[in-house]
């Protein structure tokens, strides 16, 4: 059994792919959730040797989840596919979890370059942290996409929400339920092609009015 699965939600990125599983540490399994590509991204991600699985349900949540499910590892990392995260740094999110000093670790999202994260996008971020810290006290900066924590307690959690809501519900509950979250930063790179939720000020917003109504 591999140490640590890495859930991949999928939305047409053949052009990431590549890159993205190339960098995925020995010892983890790439788990790519396909989440209705048209592109050929889950005959790519098969052909280079990831575990692919199809959600026929729109939404990042969903994906998520869908992944989430079809883990059998211990511990299980969420990562963007879109090459804007470096696979290879998430040791750095699993290894506080592997070895007991958390039970919930995000990667704090450092961009490198200017274009690396819009301006909406990152005022977007600020607003939800934020909230995030009111809600919880939990004294995080990003609700940053590569995380990791244990299979069998995310799944304990009961996410319900499987749009935009889900990293954020993911959150909430850990903290409800008293679990130790934290996070590490990480270099942010301009993502490959264009992102579906943060892309614009249209998906913007919609993923804050989904977290919002989580945090409601």
């Known amino acids: 059994m591999n140490a640590v699965d890495v859930v991949l939600?999928?939305?047409?990125?053949?052009?990431?792919?590549?890159w993205v599983l190339a960098r995925i540490p020995e010892g983890?399994?790439?788990?790519v959730v396909d989440n209705g590509s048209t592109d050929g991204s889950p005959e790519i991600a098969a052909?280079?040797?990831?575990?692919?699985?199809?959600?026929?349900?729109r939404g990042f949540g969903a994906a998520c989840h869908a992944g989430l499910e079809a883990a059998?590892?211990?511990i299980v990392c969420f990562c963007d596919c879109d090459a804007s995260l470096d696979p290879r740094l998430l040791p750095t999110v699993a290894d506080p979890v592997a070895d007991g000093r958390a039970d919930l670790v995000l990667g704090r999202r450092r961009p490198t370059s200017a274009g690396a994260w819009p301006v909406h996008a990152?005022?977007?971020n600020l607003v939800l942290s934020r909230m995030i810290r009111r809600r919880t006290g939990v004294?995080?900066?990003?609700l940053g996409p590569m995380r990791a924590a244990r299979r069998i307690a995310l799944l304990d959690l009961g996410i319900t929400d499987r749009r935009s809501g889900y990293p954020l519900e993911m959150v909430v509950k850990a903290a409800d339920t008293g679990w130790r979250v934290?996070?590490?930063?990480?270099?942010?790179?301009?993502r490959t092609g264009?992102?579906?939720v943060t892309g614009t000020w249209k998906g913007t917003w919609h993923a804050v009015r989904d977290m919002r109504a989580v945090l409601r």
């Open 72 to 74: 059998t590892a211990p």
């Open 9 to 18: 939600p999928c939305l047409d990125e053949a052009a990431a792919l590549p």
């Open 122 to 124: 990152r005022l977007g």
């Open 47 to 57: 052909e280079l040797g990831a575990t692919v699985v199809t959600e026929p349900r």
């Open 194 to 196: 264009r992102s579906k």
């Open 182 to 190: 934290g996070e590490i930063d990480v270099p942010y790179l301009p």
């Open 28 to 31: 983890y399994r790439a788990i």
């Open 139 to 142: 004294g995080l900066h990003d």
